[in-house]
């Protein structure tokens, strides 16, 4: 079982990026998804996470109005649009995945890392000013 991410590269402040998650050797279609990241001399933090259904979105306050997560669960794949990107967005960027499928959590949980059985090996995203 692996989660890719890819999409990270060099942008410049107040640009767009998107990442993609791509799963590879079971579907996680049913299962929560979430996006983490680790600055430079930083612990990996929250970003962003959406429930098993879909129907239901969380995001870090620092990222909140600017950054969208979805999915494709036909490509089995999910997505962090990132806008008006910041300098302080500069960090290696992972994809996590819930083992369990459609189990629903307090919204606090969501920005556990314990929460996620299945983490891919991130794509660094760095935003020059």
């Known amino acids: 079982v692996q989660l890719q991410a890819s999409g990270g590269g060099l942008v410049q402040a107040g640009d767009s990026l998107r990442l993609s998650c791509t799963a590879s050797?079971?579907?996680?279609?049913?299962?929560?998804m979430g996006w983490f990241r680790q600055r430079p001399g930083k612990e990996r933090e929250f970003v962003a996470a959406i429930s098993w259904s879909g129907e239901y979105t969380y995001y870090a306050d620092s990222v909140k109005g600017r950054f969208t997560i979805s999915r494709d669960t036909g490509k089995n794949t999910m997505y962090l649009q990132m806008n008006s990107a910041k300098p302080e967005d500069t960090a290696v960027y992972y994809c996590a995945a819930d083992g369990a499928a459609r189990r629903t959590y307090q919204a606090n949980n969501y920005r556990q890392r314990g929460l996620y059985d299945y983490w891919g090996p991130g794509t660094l995203v760095t935003v020059s000013s």
């Open positions: 050797g079971r579907t996680f279609s049913n299962n929560v």
